[in-house]
């Protein structure tokens, strides 16, 4: 079956500029997650979904970022007047249920670069 | 607080041997461990996963993890490595007592080089 889709895969941006991360996780899946990866870093928590609810948006690093699941499907992550620092791989995942113990799956990313 | 370490920022192994990456962690309850591989220009991929239950845990493309709770480590090994192993490897963690801590907190990784 379809895995978590991300788009675009790439997006440049100028220094001040907003943009909108989209993430398509498993069919059926409650839990979506949201990471920051940083070159040659593991992936950072941003914020988790469980369907539509914003249970933990603790890992957002500034007033800049919001991250929204409105219908419980697809999310978007956006990042308003982007900064050089912002610049990482976006990495979406979902897992099934609520559960903590259930698998993870990752798209392949959004890498983000701020000119 | 949750932490996980990975003390190696490279392992090289030649084709054929064994291979270990290691990963050790820090949490106030107990431990629900992970392990990812990642390629380049991809997404992460499942390897395996230690809950509870059998300390040796057993996953995808003939990998296996070994939870040591007195060392406080999820060490993934292989039997004999492939080329096609190279890439980068992460291990991550979540805390079952932390009911409402959704985060999973990852290591830096390892990049794991398989030499022919």
């Known amino acids: 079956g379809a895995g978590v889709s991300q788009s675009p895969r790439y997006k440049v941006a100028k220094r001040g500029q907003d943009v909108a991360l989209r993430c398509d996780p498993i069919?059926?899946?409650?839990?979506l997650f949201w990471y920051q990866q940083a070159l040659g870093q593991g992936p950072e928590f941003l914020t988790y979904f469980q369907n539509e609810a914003q249970l933990d948006k603790s890992g957002l690093p500034s007033d800049r970022f919001f991250a929204e699941r409105p219908e419980g499907s697809v999310s978007t992550l956006k990042i308003q007047r982007t900064q050089q620092e912002d610049s990482a791989v976006y990495l979406c995942?979902?897992?099934?249920?609520?559960?903590?113990?259930?698998?993870?799956?990752f798209g392949p990313g959004t890498r983000l670069t701020v000119l | 607080a949750q932490s996980v370490a990975q003390p190696e920022d490279q392992v090289n192994v030649a084709e054929g041997n064994p291979l270990t990456v290691k990963c050790t962690y820090s949490v106030s309850g107990n431990p629900y461990l992970f392990w990812y591989v990642q390629y380049p220009n991809r997404g992460l991929q499942f390897l395996l996963k230690y809950i509870t239950g059998d300390n040796l845990v057993k996953g995808s493309y003939g990998f296996e993890a070994e939870f040591n709770k007195s060392q406080t480590s999820f060490h993934l090994k292989k039997p004999s490595a492939l080329v096609s192993d190279s890439a980068l490897y992460f291990c991550?963690?979540?805390?079952?007592?932390?009911?409402?801590?959704?985060?999973?907190?990852w290591g830096a990784g390892t990049k794991l080089i398989i030499k022919p």
């Open positions: 991550a963690v979540r805390d079952n007592q932390a009911d409402s801590n959704y985060q999973l907190i």
């Open positions: 995942a979902s897992s099934l249920t609520r559960y903590l113990t259930d698998t993870q799956y």
């Open positions: 069919s059926g899946h409650v839990s």
